[in-house]
């Protein structure tokens, strides 16, 4: 157990799944206090035992974090049980559809403005008049597809283009309160989502993305949760505006460079987390 974060208290949205336990679990190595929120289908529960398994500090928060009414809840029940608020992460997000825009689906579209955009909108207006009590910070989840744009998810990278511009936005807005504000931008990182068994991928689509990544494989959820603690810890002091690509270099990449990629650098690196909820997540539901 370490202490980078230690006193800290902190919501992570999408906190059942993927990246979002890995940034549950690292926090509460660190000394955080962390409410697990997610869908009630999400294994959040799950994750707050394993988590005060570790001697960590957890509590579940269940709802639909796209409501200002749930999202004040959240909010609400950090400060009633642990006094404060230190920390907002805005990772929650969906990935249901690869299409080409003129087959994408609108019931589709719907579902990741509801889940991307709006979620991190009313959960950053609540968390905020606790923010600057405590001078704390706002981490959100962008995306590769927010710098680039992607073929066949386009929609996708819309509502992480937004992410990328309302955090910027706020760190300007908001540091007059002393509230710091960065963005997380992942490339292909082995979740659910980029699984043909688990996410809408194809395995063309699979193959092409581990080959334009030049360190030729995909991130872990424990790689991202690296850079979270870095970007909510008192360590980044200086640094707010921020968009950290955790993409093993994606956006920088021009054409099949993964398959030159070093041996031991297409190998993932063990971490230290009991990561059991990596390859979970509801895809395909819509609610």
Known sequence: ???????????????????????????????????????????????????????????????????EANAKRCVETAVSQYGKLDILVNNAGVFPEVNMLQDFSEEAFEYMLKNNVKTAFVMSKAALPELHKTKGNIVSAGSESGVLGIAQNTPYGGTKGFIHAFMR???????????????????????????????????????????????????????????????????????????????????????????QADSEMKKEPKGELELEHSKEGHTSIRK
């Open 169 to 259: 936005g706020l760190a300007v807005e908001q540091a007059q309160f002393g509230v710091r504000c960065n963005i997380v931008g992942p490339g292909p990182i082995d979740t659910a989502w980029t699984h043909e068994s688990t996410g809408p991928m194809d395995s063309k689509m699979v193959k092409t993305m581990k080959e334009a990544t030049p360190m030729g494989r995909r991130g872990t959820p424990e790689e991202v949760a690296n850079v979270y603690l870095f970007l909510a810890s008192d360590e980044a002091s200086y640094v707010t505006g921020a968009t950290y690509m955790v993409d093993g270099g994606i956006t920088i990449a021009k054409g099949g460079v993964g398959s």
């Open 1 to 67: 157990m370490g202490d980078r974060l230690k006193g800290k208290v902190a919501i992570v949205t999408g906190g059942g799944t993927g990246i979002g336990e890995a940034i549950c679990k690292k926090f509460a190595r660190e000394g955080a206090s962390v409410v697990v929120a997610g869908f009630p289908e999400d294994p959040v529960e799950e994750v707050v035992k394993e988590i005060q398994k570790e001697g960590g500090s957890a509590l579940p928060f269940t709802a639909d974090l796209s409501t």
